[in-house]
């Protein structure tokens, strides 16, 4: 792989098995009780081909069901392709499944601690950094010694993005610029996101904000029921989506 290549993806491709809804008669579903449930493929991604650089901002657009998520999970290795490769170069951090390392027996201290050790930081680099996670969060200190199971789902993920965003890494992925939590904490965790621009990250965003896609994002990839319909200038693939569905707006 090039060195100056983030993530190389080649001819990647994911399907999942799907329950058949479709309603059989009343008397065909008591004599299939205790038959296995029929199965339909269902492909959500088709022969997916992208290099994205090192320092590259990319943006993801489509509809709901375009291939989006599944595509940002199978870059963060949460799902694995049916098929073709995907290689990364670096650190990555996915801010996607956030709050899956808490547990929640136990403290929201000791989650901090448990979640930076899974993301891959040393313990010593949380020491240096705890303060500034916990403020972060914006969760009162009386909280700090409760279980997680305490906690509000907001608390939750607001604490485990704040952990999310102290980790130095080469690569960021975002799923939505900044969707968590109230107005105040958005704000701040926009902040983040552009601190990370500055630093020249490699981040990767799919989002329907497509005002935020064109000012931030260097190259845009557009998506429909998992096919790459447009790859280049952002401008470019906002007008040929917007195009796709109708929308209209005025062109300068």
């Known amino acids: 792989m090039s060195e100056n290549i983030a993530i190389k993806i080649e001819k990647v491709s994911k399907s999942f098995n799907l329950p058949d809804l479709r309603a059989p008669l009343l008397r065909e579903r008591f004599v299939n009780l205790f038959q296995p449930t029929a199965k339909v493929r269902f492909k ?17 657009i489509g509809q709901n069901g375009s291939g989006k998520s599944t595509l940002l999970k199978i ?12 290689k990364t170069s670096g650190d990555l951090v996915s801010f996607l499944e956030l709050g899956i390392g808490f547990n929640p027996e136990l403290s929201g201290y000791e989650n901090i601690y448990l979640n930076g050790l899974i993301l891959g930081m040393s313990r010593k680099e949380i020491d240096s950094k705890f303060s500034s996670i916990f403020e972060f969060s ?15 789902a907001g608390m939750q993920l607001r604490l485990s993005f704040s ?7 080469d690569i960021y992925v975002f799923d939505e610029i900044i969707a ?19 630093d020249g990250k490699t981040i990767i965003v799919a989002s329907h904000a497509l005002k935020d896609i064109e000012k931030l994002v260097d190259n845009c990839l ?5 096919q790459v319909m447009y790859y280049g200038k952002p401008k470019t693939a906002v007008l040929k989506y917007q195009d796709a569905l109708g929308v209209e707006r005025a062109r300068t």
């Open 180 to 198: 968590v939590g109230d107005a105040a904490f958005q704000e701040k965790s926009r902040k983040i996101f552009k601190q990370f621009i500055r």
């Open 222 to 226: 557009y998506l429909d029921r998992g």
């Open 44 to 60: 959500a991604l088709e022969d997916i081909s992208l290099n994205i650089k090192k320092g590259e901002i990319l943006g993801i």
């Open 75 to 86: 870059m963060s290795g949460i799902y694995i392709p049916t098929s073709g490769k995907i």
């Open 163 to 169: 952990v999310a965003a102290h980790v130095d890494a």
């Open 138 to 152: 914006g969760i009162d200190e009386r909280f700090l010694s409760a279980p997680i199971k305490t906690y509000s």
